[in-house]
């Protein structure tokens, strides 16, 4: 009896020392991790004068808010451009704002910093009135590393709308072109045509 007695009471001490964790307990002392702080990105970097500089707006939206004067921009022809010798520069049409279906009495030049810096030569081939752009293309013709500009244009006429295209050629100081070779190029209705003929006859052109 005395045996059983001893043995009933070593159990109990050893029930008494042990001791349950409680879940709710350890999930509070347990240190919760705070995440660690990150900067915010950094704003995108443009060069010092480039248009996209300005408020934050792309280039070419930015090249869209030039002032041609008491012409309107044609923004569907004006387009941000960054070549030698302009660079970060704006190619910008602008038309006559009582046309505007077609945008005749259309003109084009290249503004930086909202300013004029180079007005195309010979224009439409010479031709005044009833002129609009319908597509424009800037791209190495002759593989001189230069970037040349190619003009798609219409003219109107009394028998009809007909294309005055212009290629004109980057020297490196400007722009400069050959009517009587443009002259060849009137039946063409694309970039790709115009550009195909002049790479087939560069010395028409160069």
């Given at each position: 009896?005395?045996?059983?007695?001893?043995?009933?009471?070593?159990?109990?001490?050893?029930?008494?020392?042990?001791?349950?964790?409680?879940?709710?307990?350890?999930?509070?002392?347990?240190?919760?991790?705070?995440?660690?702080?990150?900067?915010?990105?950094?704003?995108?970097?443009?060069?010092?004068?480039?248009?996209?500089?300005?408020?934050?707006?792309?280039?070419?939206?930015?090249?869209?808010?030039?002032?041609?004067?008491?012409?309107?921009?044609?923004?569907?022809?004006?387009?941000?451009?960054?070549?030698?010798?302009?660079?970060?520069?704006?190619?910008v049409t602008s038309n006559n704002?009582?046309?505007?279906?077609?945008?005749?009495?259309?003109?084009?030049?290249?503004?930086?910093?909202?300013?004029?810096?180079?007005?195309?030569?010979?224009?439409?081939?010479?031709?005044?009135?009833?002129?609009?752009?319908?597509?424009?293309?800037?791209?190495?013709?002759?593989?001189?590393?230069?970037?040349?500009?190619?003009?798609?244009?219409?003219?109107?006429?009394?028998?009809?709308?007909?294309?005055?295209?212009?290629?004109?050629?980057?020297?490196?100081?400007?722009?400069?072109?050959?009517?009587?070779?443009?002259?060849?190029?009137?039946?063409?209705?694309?970039?790709?045509?115009?550009?195909?003929?002049?790479?087939?006859?560069?010395?028409?052109?160069?």
């Amino acid at each position: 009896m005395a045996r059983h007695y001893l043995l009933f009471l070593f159990l109990c001490l050893c029930l008494a020392s042990c001791t349950i964790p409680d879940p709710e307990g350890a999930a509070k002392d347990k240190p919760i991790a705070k995440p660690t702080p990150t900067a915010p990105p950094a704003p995108a970097q443009t060069p010092e004068g480039t248009p996209e500089g300005a408020g934050g707006m792309s280039a070419t939206l930015a090249c869209q808010k030039v002032d041609p004067g008491e012409y309107d921009v044609y923004k569907k022809q004006t387009f941000a451009i960054d070549f030698e010798p302009f660079r970060y520069s704006c190619f910008v049409t602008s038309n006559n704002p009582e046309f505007d279906g077609p945008p005749m009495e259309s003109q084009f030049a290249i503004y930086k910093n909202g300013k004029k810096v180079f007005d195309f030569p010979s224009q439409f081939n010479g031709v005044n009135f009833g002129c609009w752009i319908d597509a424009v293309s800037f791209q190495d013709l002759n593989d001189d590393k230069k970037t040349d500009v190619i003009v798609v244009s219409k003219c109107q006429a009394k028998m009809g709308d007909y294309n005055e295209n212009t290629v004109y050629i980057n020297d490196g100081k400007g722009f400069t072109t050959r009517e009587d070779a443009n002259t060849q190029l009137s039946e063409f209705k694309s970039i790709k045509q115009v550009v195909d003929f002049v790479k087939e006859n560069r010395s028409m052109f160069f």
